[in-house]
C-alpha cells in the first residue's frame, strides 16, 4: 500500500530564507508526483508535476526534485516570501493503474515570517 | 470562467439528517473528483467521474455516501443519514484530464 509522509509537519522561518520540504512514499512505482499549495479555508492549486521519467521541475522560484529508486522527494523555494505562507503537499499516483487515484501527503505547514 | 463552485460553504446538521453537497465544475472538463479532508486521515479522493460516469468509488466509506453527476455541468455528494465522524471539508475537483485538477473552495461539514 502506497504511503506518503511530510516532514517537517511545520515549519517557520523568516523572510528570505531559502527552506526545503521533503516528501517521501514507500512504492517508487509511482506515475507521476504533484506538489501542491493550500491556503487556509480553500482549495489547492497545483504547483508543479513531476513525471516518473523527469528529475525536477521549476517554476520561477519553485524547484521540485524526484528520485524515484530512494522514494524521495523535495520542493525547493528560494528567497521565501510572507505570501509563500501555506500548507505544501505532495501527492503521487500510482502507476499502470487502471483507476486513477492520488495519495497524499498529510502537508507541510509553512509560516514566514516578514 | 468563475472555477470549480462549490454549496453551500459551510453546512452545520444534526446527525441522522440528510447531507447534499453541490458542485459545478469548470465548464469543459471531462474529469471531476470528489475528497474528503480532515485532520486525521488527511485528503482522500472518495469517488471520481469521467463524462458524467463513476469509475472509481472504491474511497467512498460506506453505503450512507452517494455522488451523481446528471449532466456535465453538475454533481451531487449526498450523506444519509449523516454521523458525527462525517464532519470534515470536503472539497470538488475538476480537469481536463486526471494530471491537472482544479480545487473548489471545499465545504465545511459539521454534524451534531
Known amino acids: 500500500k502506497q504511503e506518503v509522509t511530510q516532514i517537517p509537519a511545520a515549519l517557520s522561518v523568516p523572510e528570505g530564507e531559502n527552506l526545503v520540504l521533503n516528501c517521501s512514499f514507500t512504492d517508487s512505482a509511482i506515475y507521476n508526483l504533484q506538489w501542491f499549495r493550500q491556503d487556509p479555508g480553500k482549495g489547492l492549486t497545483s504547483l508543479l508535476l513531476?513525471?516518473?521519467?523527469?528529475r525536477e521541475q521549476t517554476s520561477g522560484r519553485l524547484n521540485a526534485s524526484l528520485d524515484k529508486s530512494s522514494g524521495r522527494s523535495t520542493l525547493y523555494i528560494a528567497a521565501s516570501q510572507p505570501g509563500d505562507s501555506a500548507t505544501y503537499l505532495c501527492a503521487v499516483k500510482r502507476a499502470m493503474d487502471s483507476s486513477y487515484k492520488l495519495i497524499f501527503g498529510s502537508g507541510t505547514r509553512l509560516l514566514v515570517r516578514p | 470562467d468563475a472555477g470549480v463552485i462549490q454549496s453551500p460553504r459551510h453546512e452545520v446538521t444534526e446527525m441522522g439528517q440528510e447531507v447534499t453537497l453541490r458542485c459545478k465544475p469548470i465548464s469543459g472538463h471531462d474529469y471531476l473528483f470528489w475528497y474528503r479532508q480532515t485532520m486525521m486521515r488527511g485528503l482522500e479522493l472518495l469517488i471520481y467521474f469521467n463524462n458524467n460516469v463513476p469509475i472509481d468509488d472504491s474511497g467512498m466509506p460506506e453505503d450512507r455516501f452517494s455522488a451523481k453527476m446528471p449532466n456535465a455541468s453538475f454533481s451531487t455528494l449526498k450523506i444519509q443519514p449523516s454521523e458525527p465522524r462525517d464532519s470534515a471539508v470536503y472539497f470538488c475537483?475538476?480537469?481536463?484530464?486526471?494530471?491537472?485538477?482544479?480545487f473548489g473552495p471545499g465545504t465545511r461539514l459539521t454534524v451534531l
Open positions: 475537483a475538476s480537469g481536463p484530464g486526471t494530471d491537472t485538477q482544479y
Open positions: 513531476i513525471q516518473s521519467s523527469q
